[in-house]
């Protein structure tokens, strides 16, 4: 996870300031699910 740009306050964070880099999911796992 890449941050990108420089923040003063944890509470100006936005979700535009992250970027992931280098994810490799797992496959999908499958199952049931009762609502």
Do not use: H, W
């Not at 923040?7 to 936005?14: A, N």
């Not at 880099?21 to 499958?30: R, V």
């Amino acid at each position: 996870m890449r941050i990108k740009r420089d923040v003063t306050s944890i509470f100006d964070f936005k979700f535009e300031d992250f970027e992931l880099t280098g994810y490799d999911p797992d496959p999908l796992i499958k199952g049931a699910v009762a609502v």
